[in-house]
């Protein structure tokens, strides 16, 4: 993809607002990504809330800042798509990476059309989705042609309310011996609060994942979207050098 590689030795990071807001807010959130390192900006379009009465997103407004952004700061883009409608806006703007979000882990017909597409995919693992399941998911993209789909373990749900989810680690070893495919992780919807996010990401990498999908906000108090997880752009810098520092042991270059 435009000469990058996830699944590499790199260890690569995505980065991002939930939900882009406004064409300051993307900028600032990207400026910074981007001194920390990032080469991948993270950003929702589309955002599917549990409540039809919260922000859905900027939908097409949102993938144009996204990709004006990631032009002049020279980023990618990764944003998730959620049904197949949108699919013409996706290829409008070279959005880089599609994401499928836990809650549409299983739109079969979502999937068969991301099937015939050539942009990589990032999947997420539903909320309650096994392994197996999650594998069969990809499998539906895979059998339609396109090859490059990452698959994602952003937590599950389980009966521990201390974490807004329960990062499965286990997955990810386990998605790695049983695929070839990339693993990355996002511990942002894992812990569901930041705190905990740069030792996730640590076990993340231990754990032989490829890449992180982490949510950063400048103003988290006033995020439209997931603020009470989103890392303040200082948090990603000092948690990207600890894992500069950690890389190494583990093979793994940054
Ligand atoms: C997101 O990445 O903002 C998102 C909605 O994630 P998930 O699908 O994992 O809940
Ligand atoms: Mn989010």
Do not use: W
């Amino acid at each position: 993809m435009k000469g990058n590689v996830i699944g590499g030795k790199d260890f690569v990071i995505m980065a991002g607002p939930c939900a882009v807001e406004t064409a300051d807010q993307l900028y600032i959130i990207a400026k910074e990504v981007k001194k920390a390192g990032v080469s991948i900006l993270r950003g929702g379009a589309f955002k599917p809330r549990t409540s039809p009465y919260a922000f859905q997103g900027l939908e097409e407004e949102g993938l144009k800042m996204l990709r004006n952004v990631a032009d002049e700061l020279k980023l990618l883009i990764v944003s998730e798509i959620m049904d197949y409608h949108s699919l013409d806006l996706f290829m409008k703007y070279d959005i880089d990476i599609l994401q499928v979000g836990a809650r549409n882990m299983q739109n079969f017909a979502l999937l068969k059309e991301l099937g015939k597409i050539k942009k990589p995919i990032l999947l997420k693992r539903g909320m309650s989705a096994t392994i197996k399941e999650t594998l069969l998911a990809a499998e539906y993209v895979l059998a339609g042609g396109n090859a490059e789909v990452i698959l994602c373990e952003r937590g599950i749900r389980t009966f521990e309310d201390a974490t807004r989810n329960t990062l499965d680690l286990s997955a990810v070893a386990l998605f790695k011996e049983m695929s070839h495919l990339p693993v990355i992780v996002d511990p942002s919807h894992a812990a569901g609060r930041p705190s905990i996010i740069p030792a996730l990401s640590k076990a993340a990498m231990a754990v032989g994942a490829d890449g992180l999908l982490i949510e950063v906000h400048h103003d988290p108090a006033n995020a439209m979207c997931d603020g009470a997880q989103a890392l303040l752009p200082s948090n990603l810098r000092n948690m990207t050098k600890e894992l500069k520092k950690l890389a190494p042991v583990l093979g793994r270059t940054m």
